[in-house]
């Protein structure tokens, strides 16, 4: 295969959902520089009719927009089977703008201002946690716990028949809890894990992508496990008889 099309086909695709032309130009600029392809918007809805159609690899996306709000863009880009890892982009940094991002659906957020080496390190942490595991694990990829299947290796999970949507950071988290499962694993090994970093995280940031990995698991019938918080410690997947 010829240099050039191995790498344009390595290429990662990042969709930047901002208003502001300065920090549009910037980062657009430093993500190029770095060998991804951008995709601009400059507004909400745009932003969510390109996530839809482009099937970007990763979203950045600002919480104030001028049409309507981050959050809102994030839920939607969610409600319309979008997976990706998407990025907050705040210029905001008290928790509960955090954590309200994260019970949307986002992955992360960085605060504005960043520098360019932050946030490319957080790009692509996130998206080697979206690519999968090496093909050496193949045949061991499959983990079955309480009739809920996750396939590391195609990065879906069943139960029984009916698959389930989740996003990045669900799958990784289930995947993580299925292969510990009767354990507990603290938000710490979990974040670590997970996120790949802990600097200025809050462990709490994990609770909210639990709350909904829970709902999506609980409310299948053919689901016999409990995904519990151990007050004080942390999660455990655990199957039921
Ligand atoms: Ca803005």
Redesign the pocket.
């Known amino acids: 295969m010829p240099e050039a099309q191995t790498a344009t086909q390595a290429r990662k695709r990042v969709l930047l959902i ?3 032309s300065a920090i549009r130009i910037v980062v657009t600029e430093i993500l190029r520089h770095e060998g991804f392809e951008v995709i601009e918007a400059s507004a909400g809805q745009v932003g969510i009719r390109t996530a839809v159609a482009r099937e970007p690899d990763i979203i950045l996306l ?1 919480w ?2 001028p049409d309507i709000s981050g959050l809102d863009v994030c839920r939607e880009i969610r409600r319309q089977g979008v997976l990706c890892p998407i990025l907050m982009l705040t210029g905001r940094s008290s928790k509960v703008d955090m954590v309200v991002g994260l019970e949307v659906g986002a992955d992360d957020y960085i605060t504005k201002p960043f520098d360019a080496r932050e946030l490319t390190a957080r790009l692509r942490a996130h998206l080697r946690r979206s690519e999968g595991t090496p093909t050496a694990s193949r045949r061991e990829g499959l983990l079955v716990v309480g009739g809920i299947q996750v396939d590391i290796e195609s990065r879906r999970v069943r139960i029984g028949e009916e698959e389930v949507q989740l996003t990045m950071t669900e799958f990784n988290l289930l995947a993580l809890l299925a292969a510990n499962a009767g354990r507990v694993l603290t938000r710490a090994q979990l974040l670590e894990k997970v996120w790949g970093y802990l600097a200025d995280v809050d462990y709490h940031s994990v609770d909210p992508h639990m709350q909904r990995l829970r709902r999506k698991l609980h409310s299948n019938e053919s689901a016999r496990v409990a995904l519990e918080a151990v007050p004080g410690l942390g999660y455990r997947l655990t199957p039921l008889a």
């Open positions: 901002e208003d502001e600002d104030v927009l």
